[in-house]
T-cell receptor, first 109, second 114 residues
Framework: AQRVTQPEKLLSVFKGAPVELKCNYSYSGSPELFWYVQYSRQRLQLLLRHISRESIKGFTADLNKGETSFHLKKPFAQEEDSAMYYCALDPSNTGKLIFGQGTTLQVKP | SAVISQKPSRDICQRGTSLTIQCQVDSQVTMMFWYRQQPGQSLTLIATANQGSEATYESGFVIDKFPISRPNLTFSTLTVSNMSPEDSSIYLC???????????FGSGTRLTVV
């Protein structure tokens, strides 16, 4: 079955510390993967897509097909990074996204 | 990239009634997607709406409960019918930003059924 797993409901770090939000997926084909972020009282926003290999707001994510993972990383967390982060899989590039349960990132001063 | 306007932003409804949620996009899009986010849960796809054809529903969702209209390439509605408290959720629509660029979401409709 196609599935996205984010094992941590809450990740709490201090400002300036490195951050890694974990995402594992289950899909037999070539995955399209995304990271979405939702800041307090704002709509869900696209943060990263794996195919672009870009860095947004200092975040990067590398697709590891061997480990079926797409972890989101940032070397130095900022307080404004505090938000809910969702990993999402688009099987077969259909637009029918499968979301993980989300991880709340809390960056403490 | 496409901008979505969704309304209402929130509503409190009596059980047994229906609510229609509107999603307006500022550009023409082929497919529109409707999601539900139950309290404390992640997003789950309800259905895909193509202009000029019947919506395609995901497992666990049926047309009688969630009828969808797609009259043109910039607009869609989702109706939550015969509501019960279990329908209390955030409902969101989504469209593709651009081919291969990912998907953008509306601000959501927070529905509370009492």
């Amino acid at each position: 079955a196609q599935r996205v797993t984010q094992p941590e409901k809450l990740l709490s770090v201090f400002k300036g510390a490195p951050v890694e939000l974990k995402c594992n997926y289950s899909y037999s084909g070539s995955p399209e993967l995304f990271w979405y972020v939702q800041y307090s009282r704002q709509r869900l926003q696209l943060l990263l897509r794996h195919i672009s290999r870009e860095s947004i707001k200092g975040f990067t994510a590398d697709l590891n097909k061997g480990e079926t993972s797409f972890h989101l990383k940032k070397p130095f967390a900022q307080e404004e990074d505090s938000a809910m982060y969702y990993c999402a899989l688009d099987p077969s590039n259909t637009g029918k996204l499968i979301f993980g349960q989300g991880t709340t990132l809390q960056v403490k001063p | 990239s496409a901008v979505i306007s969704q309304k209402p932003s929130r509503d409190i409804c009596q059980r047994g009634t229906s609510l229609t949620i509107q999603c307006q996009v500022d550009s023409q899009v082929t497919m529109m997607f409707w999601y539900r986010q139950q309290p404390g849960q992640s997003l789950t796809l309800i259905a895909t709406a193509n202009q000029g054809s019947e919506a395609t529903y995901e497992s666990g969702f049926v047309i009688d409960k969630f009828p969808i209209s797609r009259p043109n390439l910039t607009f869609s509605t989702l109706t939550v019918s015969n509501m019960s408290p279990e329908d209390s959720s955030i409902y969101l629509c989504s469209v593709e930003i651009g081919t291969g660029y990912g998907y953008t979401f509306g601000s959501g409709t927070r529905l509370t059924v009492v």
